[in-house]
T-cell receptor, first 114, second 112 residues
Framework: ELKVEQNPLFLSMQEGKNYTIYCNYS?????LYWYRQDPGKSLESLFV?????AVKQEGRLMASLDTKARLSTLHITAAVHDLSATYFC??????????????FGKGTLLTVNP | DAEITQSPRHKITETGRQVTLACHQT?????MFWYRQDLGHGLRLIHY???????NKGEVSDGYSVSRSNTEDLPLTLESAASSQTSVYFC???????????FGEGSRLTVL
């Protein structure tokens, strides 16, 4: 059974600082997704990582995937208050073809303080 | 624009009542999913469907059922609502290319 672990679960940081959120998973997978959720809102797709070594960047966020280590990171550069949200990683189960499920981590609640 | 909509967005019901949450998507995606979100548990998969007439149980399926009679809709039914089913429910559909999930706005259900 695929297990996905995020850490930290809670992250309070100051504006302007850098930090990394980690997503570890337990079985082989070649696809990983990052989502953002604002309080009371739905989940919004941030990044789709489709292969080993994939790196995607959008503004102050950069995501990477190491399938050998079963690890993805979401790096935050020079945090700003607008980045305050909950971030989820989700990993594709390897059931083959186009029929598969995503397993989500528990989420990281990020608070950026002035 | 294509989208995914859920209704109702908020519902209060009593223990023992039957409740149905609707989910409708206009992307023509084959794959659709229902999750519940609770503090401390993240998102947990309730039921999912890979196409018309196909339904499957997720990790927390007890007390819930779904049906898929067409591509656009996957309604979620709580046969006899329990207080433990108070939660926020998200429907999602998935593109076949990247596998990215697109989520509805959520339905907040309170069972008294």
């Amino acid at each position: 059974e695929l297990k996905v672990e995020q850490n930290p679960l809670f992250l309070s940081m100051q504006e302007g600082k850098n930090y990394t959120i980690y997503c570890n998973y337990s079985t082989t997978s070649d696809r990983l997704y990052w989502y953002r959720q604002d309080p009371g809102k739905s989940l919004e797709s941030l990044f789709v990582l489709l292969s080993n070594g994939a790196v995607k960047q959008e503004g102050r966020l950069m995501a990477s995937l190491d399938t050998k280590a079963r690890l993805s990171t979401l790096h935050i550069t020079a945090a700003v208050h607008d980045l305050s949200a909950t971030y989820f990683c989700a990993v594709r189960g390897n059931s083959g073809g186009s029929n598969y499920k995503l397993t989500f981590g528990k989420g990281t609640l990020l608070t950026v303080n002035p | 624009d294509a989208e995914i909509t859920q209704s109702p967005r908020h519902k209060i019901t009593e223990t023992g009542r039957q409740v149905t949450l609707a989910c409708h998507q206009t992307w023509n995606h084959n794959n659709m999913f229902w999750y519940r979100q609770d503090l401390g548990h993240g998102l947990r998969l309730i039921h999912y469907s890979y196409g018309v007439q196909d339904t499957n149980k997720g990790e927390v399926s007890d007390g819930y059922s779904v049906s898929r009679s067409n591509t656009e809709d996957l309604p979620l039914t709580l046969e006899s609502a329990a207080s433990s089913q108070t939660s926020v429910y998200f429907c999602a559909s998935r593109t076949d290319t990247s596998g990215e999930l697109f989520f509805g706005e959520g339905s907040r259900l309170t069972v008294l």
